[in-house]
Nanobody, 122 residues
Framework: QVQLVESGGGLVQAGGSLRLSCAASGRTFSSYAMGWFRQAPGKEREFVAAIRSNGGSTSLANSVKDRFSISRDNAKNTVYLQMNSLQPEDTAVYYC???????????????WGQGTQVTVSS
């Protein structure tokens, strides 16, 4: 059982930045790969970013790879998503998730946070 709580979402203007945080419970956070996904109204859940359990490698969706970055601090049981140059198409609910394996496939993630809303205005 892993509990995840996202924070940091909000309303920003196009071109602005936000940093999302995801705080995890338990002693085993460092054994999980972590991912960020997002879902906009009327659209399917979309992979955003993933990071290995030790932070040694990361992956980003093509749509965000030049603007977003993912990082983690295992000592704080926290994973971050830094979002720069935000655009209206980034508007979505953003979820963090934990997986036993490093993956960009959402069914591989067993544990999910409640989500945090990111809204980017024109």
């Amino acid at each position: 059982q892993v509990q995840l709580v996202e924070s940091g979402g909000g309303l920003v203007q196009a071109g602005g930045s936000l940093r999302l945080s995801c705080a995890a419970s338990g002693r085993t956070f460092s054994s999980y790969a972590m991912g960020w996904f997002r879902q906009a109204p009327g659209k399917e859940r979309e992979f955003v970013a993933a990071i290995r359990s030790n932070g040694g490698s990361t992956s980003l969706a093509n749509s965000v790879k030049d603007r977003f970055s993912i990082s983690r601090d295992n000592a704080k049981n926290t994973v971050y998503l830094q979002m720069n140059s935000l655009q209206p198409e980034d508007t979505a609910v953003y979820y963090c998730a934990a997986s036993k394996e490093y993956s960009n496939l959402w069914p591989r993630y067993a544990y999910w946070g409640q989500g945090t809303q990111v809204t980017v205005s024109s």
